[in-house]
């Protein structure tokens, strides 16, 4: 079982502050899919932290407009929470279940089951 976290890019007008409209969470086979809905083209920083075991995205400053409700917990995801770290950092804290590991490759992070 994985998880991939992917920045997704939407088609539309870039502002002086990228917009995060949307967070998804999806089930694929055996891996588990979180995607980041951006404005935008962001830089990010994508590291683990054990004890629990959490994936950490960090971002420039974001404006956080997400609407509705946080999707289920699926897979590895037991849920997520967002927000302002610093003056100069957004982040995306992701909560995994157990048990999990991590491995990372150029374009995502992979996050499976030991």
């Known amino acids: 079982m994985g998880l991939v976290a992917a920045v997704w890019l939407q088609t539309t007008l870039a502002s002086a502050q990228p917009v995060v409209s949307a967070v998804s969470v999806a089930e694929e086979g055996r891996s588990t899919r979180l995607v980041l809905h951006l404005s935008q083209r962001a830089d990010y ?3 683990l932290l054990n004890e629990p075991m959490r994936l ?3 971002l420039p400053p974001v404006a956080w407009r997400l609407k509705g409700t946080q ?3 699926a897979g590895l995801v ?3 929470r967002f927000g302002q ?3 100069t950092t957004s982040r995306l804290v992701v909560d995994l279940a ?3 590991r991590g491995r990372r490759s ?3 992070v992979a996050v499976g089951a030991k």
């Open 45 to 47: 920083r994508v590291f």
């Open 106 to 108: 150029p374009f995502a």
């Open 85 to 87: 770290f610093d003056r």
């Open 56 to 58: 950490v995205l960090e």
């Open 71 to 73: 999707p289920p917990a």
């Open 78 to 80: 037991a849920g997520y």
């Open 98 to 100: 157990p048990p999990g």
